[in-house]
């Protein structure tokens, strides 16, 4: 990962039980490795077209952390300056995703699963969904 | 699911939007579809051995949500005088698990990943771990 810099962007690793081929346990719990307590949680399940991309927004506030729990997917995140491209692919490494950031998920393996953890509800005025919107408001910002 | 006969146990729906060819989200929110609100939330992948069980077990008092995500797994519930046994394969039906409830996961497909939702943070002693304590714990609750 390349994250560094990118700003308001960092990897995460979360607690992870290796059990062989028994399966592994990855792990979030309040206080513990997520930079913030969660109140909303959700996935992508299913995405099957060749050129999908999802996200392609940035939030004005919202933190949230992203993880892709099966196959493996591509994050390409900017902060209106700087940007950079990864692929996660490990259920317990996944990436800190803070304000004013503008992300899209692409390259969507089958089976892909893709994990987020959120610190408020759903808030449609938290987001931004224009880029050129999203830059201009990055630029505003003190 | 058959789930009627056993007590502290109910399938659970989240709210699922479905994008078709772009792939589904499933949101669970603080307030939602779930009956507690989550302290904790771990999941399982890469269970590969045929014969792996996962849980095998049941709480004192913790209240969780199931759901598989990707692929296909069983789940058994016991609440000590009624079983039952169903196969998890949508991302938003799953099942809430709620205290002294033996439950058991198998037949793990490739690719599964079981995500659970606690209510609380970890606690090894609300763990009933040997099956006839279990029965025993059950028979001397009011």
Redesign the interface.
């Known amino acids: 990962m390349r994250l560094d810099e990118v700003a308001n962007c960092a990897p995460i690793t979360l607690q992870h039980i290796d059990g062989?081929?028994?399966?592994?346990?990855?792990?979030?719990?309040?206080?513990g490795a997520l930079p913030f307590e969660?109140?909303?949680?959700?996935?992508?399940?299913?995405?099957?077209?060749p050129g999908?991309v999802?996200g392609r927004h940035a939030h004005k506030t919202l933190e949230q952390a992203l993880f892709c729990?099966?196959?493996s997917v591509r994050l390409d995140v900017d902060d209106g300056m700087h940007k950079a491209s990864l692929v996660l692919d490990k259920?317990n490494e996944g990436v800190y995703l803070g304000p004013l950031l503008w992300h899209e998920l692409r390259d969507?393996s089958p089976?892909c699963?893709v994990?987020v953890?959120a610190a408020a509800?759903?808030d449609e005025s938290d987001y931004l969904r224009d880029y050129d919107g999203f830059l201009a408001y990055v630029k505003a910002s003190p």
Chains 1, 2 share one sequence.
């Open positions: 062989g081929a028994n399966g592994s346990l990855t792990v979030a719990e309040y206080g969660f109140r909303r949680v959700y996935y992508m399940t299913g995405v099957t077209a999908a999802r729990l099966n196959g259920p969507f089976g699963v994990l953890f509800e759903h």
